[in-house]
């Protein structure tokens, strides 16, 4: 390869590790703008805002709604196919649809991740999931304890929510209470105590 060869594959290191230290930074001010879960859309600004589409948002606001009558991902699902209603779905960007909401009906994976996903709560994240490429190309992924986890919250935090749901969210602790108290105590309990007894 040579000493030329040597220095041109250096440099390409250090051209990918300043491109990456650029994106982490710009991750970390808040302001890198990443692909976003149905229901939230960028405005001209670059800010985050509610979809503009009237039955995405009603959508989303329905499964949010269900799940607090239920406590259930499950019985999400099972409501949403007992109205016949679907669920909106955005296209990869890349595609010659890049963007466009498509309607599919709902899955249980799709609800969790819904549920979970931080962006509904007014949070910025970036870094959760981690992929690595191996040496013969094959993408592997990494879903939890990745070091460059950054996590910055928006001066409004759960206004994206509220507005996606008519009532407020009570918190996790009363919302898990109440769950035990509808479908008996052993929710309260872990599942070591609860395999003990």
């Known amino acids: 390869m040579g000493l030329k060869g040597t220095i041109s594959e250096a440099e390409l290191h250090f051209i990918r590790a300043r491109l990456q230290g650029g994106l982490l930074a710009k991750a ?3 302001e890198l703008r990443v692909r976003l879960p149905v229901g939230l859309a960028y405005d001209q600004l670059g800010n985050v805002t ?6 995405v948002r009603g959508a989303v606001a329905r499964l949010f709604r269900v799940f607090e009558q239920t406590g259930s991902a499950h019985a ?3 409501q949403f196919a007992a109205d016949r209603l679907r669920f ?3 296209h990869a960007p890349g595609g010659p649809h890049a963007g466009e909401t498509y309607w599919k009906p709902l899955r249980h994976d799709l609800v969790l991740f819904t549920l979970h996903n931080p962006r509904y709560a007014g949070a910025y994240f970036y870094g959760r999931r981690k992929q690595l490429t191996d040496i ?4 592997e992924r990494c879903d939890r304890g990745v070091a460059g986890f950054l996590d910055r919250l928006q001066p409004q935090r759960s206004t994206t929510r509220e507005a996606l749901s008519t009532s407020s969210r009570p918190s996790s602790s009363v ?3 109440s769950s035990a108290n509808a479908k008996g105590q052993t929710r309260l309990r872990s599942p070591r105590s609860t ?3």
């Open 175 to 177: 919302t898990t209470r």
């Open 50 to 55: 509610l979809d503009p589409d009237a039955e």
């Open 88 to 90: 909106p779905g955005r």
């Open 136 to 139: 013969y190309g094959l993408l």
């Open 28 to 30: 970390a001010r808040g």
């Open 195 to 197: 395999s003990s007894t």
């Open 76 to 78: 999400v699902v099972k």
